[in-house]
């Protein structure tokens, strides 16, 4: 079946201007009219707007960075200002009602990279597990060439999860900032229609005022929400990866005991090693 839907711009562009609201249904007819199908925004921008799983957060946040620009040309109109103001200070509240703060593409390409270098950590660990299986320490060329793979996997994993802990934290001020904004005082507006505009300003008609204001601020606050909600699965997701991360750490480290434990000299550097750690904590 053949069928009509919107083009990426066309729907971003009638979302922001308030002609459609995310929050209720699309409706997709074939090309014929014979048929149609109901869908959600999310599930239309997946199926039919080239937008993966995988970039559906670069695509939200492109989408507020283009409708931060609108909601600044609506608000340089003073009939709009002016009553936004009003709202403002029914909740008394003056702070900023946009939330301008954009997460880049790169580092959502970054947060997916991420994501996707536990499946090569988990195939490494793996392969070190079957060698560590194998091994019968009787040939110490090999013996070493599997301890220096097992450092070289370990330095892996530290060095993934510092960038694990950058990204959390970078994911938990954004979620911060954006949990500071009033989405309350959105709320209310987007149950302001814009008679109540016209009427507050004592004007029977300003065309540069939206029909449908009250789907700009309610698409608004609904993408803000969609943006959040992206952020608690990332933040889900990575919290997971790096236990899975920080549990190959721990069973290398022993299985690389395991390995050297007839070696003598290495056991007693280990022990002096716990000693000298357990005496740095102790001063600290």
């Not at 909600?229 to 290398?252: D, F, L, R």
Request: aromatic share 8%; with cysteine; net charge negative.
């Amino acid at each position: 079946m053949s069928e009509e839907f919107l083009d990426l711009k066309i729907l971003v562009k009638e979302m922001i201007e308030g002609k459609i609201q995310i929050n209720k249904s699309l409706i997709i007819t074939s090309t014929d009219r014979t048929k149609s199908e109901e869908l959600s925004f999310l599930s239309h921008v997946l199926k039919y707007n080239n937008v993966k799983k995988e970039t559906m957060f670069v695509f939200l946040n492109e989408v507020l960075d283009v409708f931060n620009k609108q909601m600044g040309r609506l608000m340089g109109n003073s009939n709009i200002q002016k009553y936004i103001d009003n709202v403002k200070n029914d909740w008394d509240d003056l702070s900023d009602i946009l939330f301008k703060e954009i997460f880049s593409e790169e580092q959502v390409k970054l947060m997916e990279s991420l994501i996707e270098n536990i499946n090569e950590l988990c195939r490494r660990f793996k392969e070190i597990n079957t060698s560590v299986e194998s091994n019968n320490v009787t040939d110490i060329v090999e013996e070493d060439d599997l301890v220096d793979r097992m450092d070289t996997f370990v330095k892996s994993l530290e060095e993934f999860n510092q960038n694990i802990e950058e990204m959390i934290s970078e994911l938990n001020r954004f979620e911060g900032n954006l949990n500071k904004l009033n989405t309350c005082l959105l709320l209310d507006l987007s149950m302001k229609n814009k008679e109540l505009y016209l009427e507050f300003n004592d004007i029977s008609e300003d065309k540069n005022i939206p029909e449908n204001i009250q789907n700009v601020f309610l698409n608004y606050l609904l993408i803000l929400n969609l943006i959040k909600k992206q952020i608690i699965y990332y933040k889900k997701t990575i919290k997971k990866v790096s236990e899975i991360a920080g549990n190959m750490e721990k069973h290398t480290a022993s299985r690389k005991i395991t390995v050297k434990s007839h070696d003598k000299l290495y056991m007693i550097q280990e022990q002096e090693k716990g000693i000298e750690s357990y005496l740095n904590n102790l001063i600290d």
